[in-house]
């Protein structure tokens, strides 16, 4: 049987009186690329801070991995690309072999140092994502879309069951998207790794989704092997918000 | 030139001058990055009550100011965490450290010229007892980073990342903060309360501008402090300065003339 990855049930979430997510249910399997999409304010960042456990639900049932406690050993099989990742001090003395390698850390374990072992995973991840010519270059002096791949590149590391991608293409050029979205296939179908991708633009819906979630209060999953009909795929947006769905190939 | 390792005096500075110097080259990187270069200031201050309260009720006073530091460092720490700002978290506690190092002195006349040498450093008054604490927590202090270096590195390049990656940040930062609190005390026999801030911030910034990898910036950190602090040292012992000063003001020669240098490349 395919194996469930996250699994939410009747998850509902509010701030103070404003109720965020109401009776949410989503289930993850192994390999899927899941679409998380949503206009801004809709829930998607509080439904990621469930998954990851840095926000409890006020009710209903969240298990990853299987498991119902969030703690720092699920997170470790968790590689997490944050919206925020290439938002970073451009002048920090890094290069990108020492950002992946931080990928390695947690794995590793307090009061050891990395080996050979996590040398040649570090190197693999690199050249995953087309970035090993570049290792000994500053995070700080490569474009968006390189440090983008850099950030990936360190979740790789992790050696993730599942990776989660926050608004990634968020200050990355067409031309890096279109590579960031075949790597992200080859990731998926050539090394059978789940991925969920959280976007606030309907743009990113792309023909490489297995499942899309329209997040807007409540939940609606589209399962895309059935075909898109975009008809269906238009998410319970505010009245007067216009979508332009394309698809990237 | 070498007569000066002659003396005994210039052996012993010039030892824990060495260590110190490597330690805050190390630890003022990370609070640098970490935007905390404040905080050596903040608690050499909370030191000085600790240097006084010492010296008032006859405890070795370094001993004290350890004290001192490390639980104001875990004050700022736990302030920091409630809902007061960091800068103001170091503000308070730097007040409270100074305000009661000027009651007891108040409170007793008679040890001011011991007081001036925790103050401005002296070489001259570094006793054996120094060198030990020196020299045994500096050890410590940089087994320690040894140990935590990848954590240390990467929660200041981003702790967010490192707390999902399933890292223990806060007790990392706490570490980090407990670290500077103790190298502060350490390099206040050599440069004074009021000039340690300028070992830990300047090589590090110093180096940054060399714009290197973290590990190349460290060992530039490296060289930086300790060749200053020789230099110092021995430009102190020849000319008749104070040793804390004459190691700062090497190293903000060198600060400028390295923006001056990349300005004019």
Redesign the interface.
Known sequence: MNQKIIELEDVSFSYGKQLILNNVSISIFKKDFFGIIGPNGGGKTTLLKIMLGSLVPDSGKVRIFGKSIINSKILKDIGYVSQKATNFDNNFPATVFEIVSMGRFAKRGLLKNLVKEDYTIIENALKDVDMLSLKNNRIGDLSGGQQQRAFIARALASEPKMLILDEPLIGVDMESQHKFYELLNYLNKEKDLTIILVSHDIGMISKSFTKIACVNLNVKVHNVSKGIDNADLICSYPPGFKIFPHHHD | MLEIFQFIFMQRAILIGVLIALICAIVGLFIV?RRMALLGDGLAHISFGGIAAGMFFSIYPLLSALLFSVLGALGIQKLKRTKIYSDSAIAIFFSFGLALGVLLISLSRGFTTDLMSYLFGSILAVSVQDIFLVLVVGLIVLITIY?????L??IT??D???K?????IEKIDNLLVILTAVTVVLSIRIVGILLVSSLLVIPASI??LF???????ILLSIVISVLSVVIGLVGAYYFNLAAGGAIVMVLIILFFCTILWFNTK
């Not at chain 2, 999902?164 to 223990?168: A, K, Q, R, V």
Request: aromatic share 26%; charged share 20%.
């Open positions: 990055l140990f935590f270096y990848k954590e590195f990467y390049f981003d967010s990342s490192a999902i990656s399933g890292l223990p180096a940054l714009k290197r990898s973290f590990k190349q910036t």
